[in-house]
């Protein structure tokens, strides 16, 4: 059923999408089955391949903070818990832009974002600069910002 599928669909669709149909036609199956089944007889839809994402890590380069946070991303409390990443955006052709962001927990505020069109350290220093005038100015509370640990964010 696997193999028919697959060429019933010019070799495009992928184990999600197999099993998705297998599930359609009333049988019960594991997607991790169809995907073990797919690689065992060599079935790949190389059409549509997902292309990798943006990762802003690339190791240890800098000093680590300490995990304040805990997955803990809740607040009663604005500009208490703020959270930032840099996110890469496809656009008109072959063009990427990037941007950084910094939200507010409390109420999904965004307090300042940068976009540019290279990932540099300028790039996410500008909003995070941005983000601690207006700390200053409104923080009735003490604030931890949170990231995700990219190169961006282990600078001093």
């Known amino acids: ?84 990443d840099v996110t890469e955006f496809k656009c008109a052709g072959e063009e990427k832009l990037y941007l950084s962001p910094i939200m507010d927990v409390f109420n999904g505020e965004v307090i300042s974002f940068g976009i540019s069109k290279r990932p540099t350290l300028d790039f996410v220093l500008k909003p995070l600069k941005e983000a601690l005038e207006t700390i200053q100015k409104e923080a009735e509370y003490r604030t931890t910002i949170h990231s995700d640990q990219g190169w961006h964010y282990q600078q001093r």
Not at 1 to 7: N, Q, W
Not at 28 to 52: A, C, D
């Open 1 to 84: 059923m696997i193999t028919e599928l697959f060429h019933k669909n010019n070799g495009t669709y992928g184990y999600r999408r197999i099993t998705f149909e297998l599930r359609n036609q009333g049988y019960i199956i594991n997607h991790k089955k169809v995907q073990r089944i797919m690689s065992e007889l060599g079935l790949r839809s190389e059409k549509f391949t997902r292309e990798s994402r943006y990762k802003s890590y690339k190791g240890t380069g800098g000093k680590v903070a300490h995990n304040r946070m805990n997955r803990r991303f809740y607040t009663p409390i604005r500009l208490q818990k703020l959270v930032t």
